[in-house]
């Protein structure tokens, strides 16, 4: 056998890298806002929406895994919106997404600049988010295959990093601070959970990825959906019961970062090890999200590389770097506008690639007209309570 026809790596382990990719875009940003919204609503009550919304998005996920399955052409979001909804669809398409990857985008180059100065306490935050986006860039113009492997010795480390949080932080959990319930933050959680569990971004790339093996992209959605919501419910668990609310309430907004909370209240070892976590999480996040950006201009739109990248990285990068929001406020606005956007946008494109579409699918679904309806109602609920909430 030749050197060209002996596989890589890469080639024999599609599905861990088609994995480590998908929950790379999930897991993000958003869980470092989870335990503030959680701590503010109640452990016990936050958790139930954090597993509800977690099990709604398994289904999501799969459904516009379907949609993919069922289009020979690869796209993003803007593309399959304009396939099955016409201009229409991809007008609103092209509203929410760019939205989302833009304010996910916006978050990480905030919470990294907050967690690596809280790991090193020179300088300042605005220097480690210039830093970072530098680097980021780089990757991001290596494209698809160096943020593969990035994500797959990433991911694990992560993992590694809330196990050992655990490990640190059992005697020094408050359980009282997990007990609490004001149902006057009852639909607080709910655009940063959004955010926290948006990933159609990933699901094009996660076909690319598995090239031939296509048959196993059920099962890598599947495992890509639930780890989040099982590392979510530990890390906020964790955070709440070192930090507590009250505590919380008295930091500077970009302060209630989870693991910048930490770094004040938990041990110095356990908050180094936090902020690790987070910047790993934002790292793998940031790559995908930039890629998948940079994808729907050149793809979907026909425009250079080089105008493609620009574009998908210039406007996260002035956002931040001239402090014109924060990091909880960008997460749940960008979560229940977008989010609710993109996920009635795939309800939709669902009921008509079934009829449209041009490819047979490794997997279906079925009708689903009763749990759609039901996504659907959730999501137009919570774009009118994000407007409301301003």
Known sequence: MSKKEVPSFFTRNRFPISVATLMGIIVGAGILGIPYVIAKAGYLYGFLIL???????IFLN???GEIVLRTKRLHQLPGYAERYLGKVGKTIATIAMPLAV???LTAYLIGVGEAAFAIFRWGAPLLYTIIFFLISA???????????KAELILIPFLVIVVLIIGIF???????????????????LPYGILVFAYMGFAGIPEVREVLGLETRKMKKVIIVSSIIPIVLYAIFAFIVIGIVGLDNFEI??????????????YAHPLLGILANVLAILAM????????????GVYHYD??????????????????IAVFGLTTFLAVLGFTGAVSGGLEGLLVILMYWRARRLGDRKPEYTLGKMHVLGSIFMAMFLLGIVYAFWSL
């Open 51 to 57: 597993l509800i919304i977690g099990l709604a998005y």
């Open 62 to 64: 799969l459904t516009y």
């Open 102 to 104: 833009y304010g996910a």
């Open 138 to 148: 780089v990757i991001v113009i290596c494209g698809i295959k160096a943020m593969g």
């Open 169 to 187: 932080s059992l005697n020094r959990l408050d359980y009282s601070s997990l007990s609490a319930w004001d149902l006057r933050y009852s639909f």
């Open 251 to 264: 930091l500077q907004p970009n302060e209630r970062i989870a693991t910048v909370a930490l770094s004040l």
């Open 283 to 294: 790292f793998t996040s940031f790559l995908t999200n930039a890629i998948a950006l940079k």
């Open 301 to 318: 739109y026909r425009l250079s590389p080089v105008s493609s990248l620009f574009l998908t990285l210039i406007i996260p990068f002035l």
